[in-house]
């Protein structure tokens, strides 16, 4: 069957929805998955992908316009079925819209009028789990839930080399710190502290992000003064190359850990104002979470700009140390 998995959220997200599209595939079916143009390099090289049809939600296909765009372009595909990753209306509509005649999406969901199969997802402690229950209605089961993984070219590894023999300390074993989020709530204020305790510890240390995180990336190298080498890029399967010559990545509860955990890289995840227990931490095969145990955790489903009650307790709380402690724990 041809089968199109819509998934336009978060980047975490769509590396959580890898395993489902393994799952169909290997089930014999052709996969093709639309999502943003941010996120579509998660797809990219994945042999259980066969094609990648780009909806740029916030860009050029916000409203009304982007829906009567790509209706047609669906229809024209002849899908047998549409599992609806992206929970919302937007999505739902245009698999409704383009006449795919099986439309799986959550019971939980708004939009689930549209959908003609839905699937019970509650006692599911984890996402990647919950969007794998979207294949269930077609009749594919797995025995173990596959791992997220992305596939760098040859081209980026090269590329991946080339900037850290240009850019990182010599003779050092590497640790990366990526730390940014979309909510300022979710970014631990400690980074730099440290990267200063593991450069003691006599570690290298690059400090990672998106070019528009890219004067917090500066800020947070200057803090820690030496051993340290900043990479600010948009381009996902570049980071995956440069995250696989780390020991681990210390991230927050953001996409950078997933993308890490995809590229087969232990992973440190600070979690602050989310849990892990909400579903959505990084499948590493090895992983630590560090966090603080407060009445007001989670204050909401991503984090906020400022927090609720103003002390930032559930960051401010973490100890460098903690964090560091978790980081050399993962280190063989």
């Known amino acids: 069957m041809r ?39 998660i797809y990219v090289n994945n042999p259980f992908v066969s094609d990648i049809l780009l909806f740029d939600k916030n860009g050029a296909d916000r409203g009304i316009g982007g829906i009567l765009r790509i209706v047609p372009i669906i229809k024209s595909r002849n899908y047998g079925a549409a599992l609806l990753a992206q929970r919302w209306w937007r999505s739902a509509l ?9 439309r799986i999406g959550f019971k939980s969901s708004p939009a689930k009028i549209l959908y003609t199969k839905t699937v019970d997802v509650s006692n599911f402690d984890h996402e990647a789990k919950r969007l794998a229950a979207l294949a269930t209605p077609l009749g594919i089961t797995y025995s173990q839930l596959p791992q997220p993984k992305l596939y760098p070219a040859e081209s980026h590894q090269v590329q991946a080399h080339l900037f850290l023999s240009e850019n990182a ?5 590497l640790i990366f710190i990526a730390p940014g989020s979309a909510w300022e709530t979710k970014r631990y204020p400690f980074f730099a502290e440290v990267g200063r305790k593991l450069v003691e510890s006599g570690y290298a240390i690059g400090i990672v992000g998106t070019i528009g995180e890219k004067e917090l990336c500066r800020s947070i190298a200057e803090e820690i003064g030496r051993e340290t080498f900043v990479s600010t890029s948009n381009d996902i399967l570049f980071t995956s190359a440069l995250f696989s010559f780390g020991e681990v990545v210390i991230a927050n509860d953001s996409g950078a850990g997933h ?14 104002p989310t849990t892990p227990e909400m579903g959505f931490y990084p499948l590493a ?10 009445e007001c955790r989670p204050c909401g489903p991503h984090g906020h700009k400022r927090c609720p009650r103003g002390h930032h307790n559930c960051m401010r709380l973490i100890k460098p140390e903690e964090v560091v402690a978790a980081a050399l724990s993962l280190i063989e």
């Open 3 to 41: 089968i199109l998995v819509i998934q336009t959220a978060w980047i975490g997200d769509n590396i959580l929805t890898l395993p489902l599209i393994q799952i169909l595939a290997e089930a014999g079916n052709e996969v093709e998955v639309m999502t943003t143009p941010k996120a579509h390099q």
């Open 94 to 102: 245009i698999a409704f819209l383009a006449g795919i005649p099986l």
């Open 169 to 173: 300390p010599k003779g050092k074993r």
């Open 259 to 272: 993308i890490a955990a995809a590229s087969g890289v232990p992973v440190v995840s600070i979690f602050g």
């Open 285 to 294: 095969s090895k992983a630590k979470v560090v966090e603080v145990n407060l």
